[in-house]
């Protein structure tokens, strides 16, 4: 065997990387807003606020939640955003 | 296409030496003959010119023509017709060599030599150049996928699996081919079998690549079965990996191994069981975090978002205790595998902290020492969102076995000591703000649970001989909120 000057390991990862997403195209319209609670203490204070603030400029505001701030939004909760709103705002909390 | 001999040789063989010389007359002489050797050109060279060969052999490059033949010893002296084998003499066999030589036209002057010689093991027998041969294979037969990375010759290849990202802030043993077909011969199971999609990025985690981080992580082979039980366990949705891995809160996954292949892996389930110094122990959470890490992509600070953290997230693994100090079956036993397989139980949890009680000689008194220090898993106000694991420890688990108390009797006995008044549990009591809201208060009095069921408290027996105390870990966010514990057998894995 010939002598080896490099040392082959194998890839522990999985091979992919992450897909790269360009920043979505801004709305022309931000008529409405979701507000997304995930669930954590006193996120629906801060929620609250923004509501608030996005009413007095003439917002709709969509509020929604996610069933655990443990776990992925579940697929439906997204669709719902997606199809009826124009952003979203997500509280992350803590 | 006609009759031809192929000659395997390598230089230091007695035996080559001998029959080198007839070989290379008989091909100066014309005959079919190839020889090629298994050593260097240089010590082939010198060979040559010691046994005083008219022309210096071939060589054989990287042993491919050996390991396409993968013969137990040289000399070896193939018959080949239309490049197929038609027979073989390994070592030096006067009469069959002859016989050989004969069906291809061939004559040998083997007059001299001894009649019978064994001979010497091929260069493919050489414990590095076999596993290198079996690399080899494996990723010709398709059994090894992983794409691989060339470190340069004046790279420190366990500082390359720092810069590269790949590791925990320990060093790893790097993940050859040779050594990843060794782990491999660890498990029954097709290396691309796919164990399970690791959160958060839902990487594949392969057989293969399981064997890849555990290799990385030093795990002895004797315990990839568990691992691989363990990252199946880790995988499944109600485990919440995702969460796990993204939270704030210091908690991982804890691997309890219950089963008697626990101590043929040489797991320690005794003193200092959740601690340092057994390989199998240790390397077994730290692959199933690598695991995490590589194959998922969690990389803490920046997908991990834990607070603090806590070496736990290292890998945080111990056998139970199912010898006769055990006070009950094991716990994955109790949740389902059967009573002579091995089981792995996941839990997410935060590090463990000590109970001590060195006074309690029976159940009732001791139960109620475990339930008050349960009380502050989290924060004694948090109720119903955390569950715990207790292992206690052969001290404690012996007033239970004596008075015949088993896992569900003391499970519901913690369950029913872990309550308090909801007047001390409500927002602003003992002068702290967390707590309870008000408005779900209306009696003070009112028993308020800590555990949202006796099943929610884990027991598992480990530890060793001498100390009154047993060891409880919080877990994460709990249940449907959030992680709940999974069990599976290791049997699929083996």
Redesign the interface.
């Known amino acids: 065997?010939?002598a080896l000057?490099?040392?082959?390991?194998?890839?522990?990862?999985?091979?992919?990387d992450?897909e790269g997403r360009p920043l979505a195209g801004r709305p022309p319209d931000l008529r409405t807003i979701a507000l997304v609670d995930i669930r954590k203490p006193r996120g629906d204070v801060f929620l609250d606020e923004l509501e608030r603030l996005l009413r007095e400029r003439g917002h709709e505001v969509q509020r929604t939640a996610k069933p655990?701030?443990?776990?992925?939004a579940p697929a439906d909760v997204r669709k719902e955003i997606a199809t009826r709103c124009d952003a979203v705002i997500e509280a992350l909390a803590? | 296409m006609a009759a031809e001999l192929l000659v395997l040789v390598k230089h230091d063989c007695e035996v080559c030496d001998q029959v080198l010389p007839v070989l290379d007359a008989a091909a100066v002489a014309g005959a079919p003959l190839r020889i090629l050797s298994q050593s260097s050109p240089e010590d082939t060279a010198a060979q040559a010119r010691r046994v005083g060969l008219r022309s210096v052999p071939d060589t054989d490059v990287d042993l491919e023509v050996s390991a396409r033949f993968d013969p137990d010893a040289v000399p070896t002296v193939v018959l080949l017709d239309g490049g197929e084998e038609r027979g073989r003499v390994e070592g030096l066999h006067r009469a069959r060599l002859a016989e050989l030589a004969g069906r291809a036209g061939a004559e040998l002057a083997l007059d001299g030599l001894p009649e019978l010689r064994p001979g010497c093991a091929s260069r493919t027998r050489d414990p590095d150049v076999a596993a290198t041969l079996a690399a080899r294979r494996a990723r010709a037969e398709g059994r090894l996928r992983a794409r691989a990375l060339e470190l340069g010759a004046l790279e420190d290849p366990f500082e390359a699996l720092h810069d590269r990202g790949l590791t925990d802030g320990l060093p790893g043993v790097p993940p050859t081919p040779e050594r990843v077909v060794g782990m491999l011969e660890y498990t029954g199971r097709d290396p691309q079998d796919v164990v399970g999609a690791v959160p958060p990025y839902g990487g594949d985690a392969t057989v293969e690549k399981v064997a890849i981080n555990a290799v990385m992580a030093g795990c002895p082979g004797e315990a990839l079965p568990i691992v691989l039980a363990a990252v199946e366990a880790a995988c499944v949705e109600s485990f919440a990996w995702h969460g796990l891995i993204a939270t704030t809160y210091p908690a991982g996954p804890t691997v309890v191994v219950s089963g008697p292949l626990a101590a043929e892996t040489g797991m320690n389930a005794e003193g200092n069981a959740l601690g340092q110094g057994n390989r199998a122990n240790v390397t077994i959470g730290r692959t199933l975090q690598l695991v995490g890490r590589n194959v998922g992509g969690g990389r803490p600070g920046v997908e991990d978002r834990a607070t603090h953290g806590q070496m736990g997230k290292l890998g945080s693994c111990f056998a139970e205790r199912l010898d006769e100090t055990a006070p009950w079956p094991g716990l994955a036993q109790d949740r389902g595998v059967p009573a002579d397989e091995t089981g792995v139980t996941l839990m997410a949890t935060e590090g463990p902290r000590v109970i001590v009680d060195q006074l309690a000689r029976e159940p009732e008194g001791l139960c109620a020492s475990l339930a008050l220090a349960l009380e502050s898993v989290a924060h004694p106000k948090q109720r119903l969102a955390f569950d715990a694991l207790l292992v206690v420890g052969p001290e404690h688990g012996r007033v239970f076995r004596e008075a015949g108390w088993d896992r569900a009797r003391v499970q519901e006995r913690l369950f029913e000591l872990t309550t308090s008044p909801a007047g001390e549990l409500a927002r602003g009591a003992g002068g702290s703000p967390e707590g309870i809201e008000p408005r779900f208060v209306s009696d003070p009095d009112m028993p308020v649970a800590k555990f949202a069921g006796p099943d929610r408290i884990l027991l598992a027996h480990a530890g060793g001989d001498a100390g009154l105390f047993s060891m409880v870990y919080g877990s994460w966010a709990a249940g449907e909120i959030g992680s709940a514990p999974v069990t599976v057998s290791v049997e699929p894995w083996r």
């Open positions: 065997m010939t000057e490099t040392l082959e390991i194998l890839d522990p990862t999985a091979e992919v992450p655990t701030f443990t776990k992925p803590d």
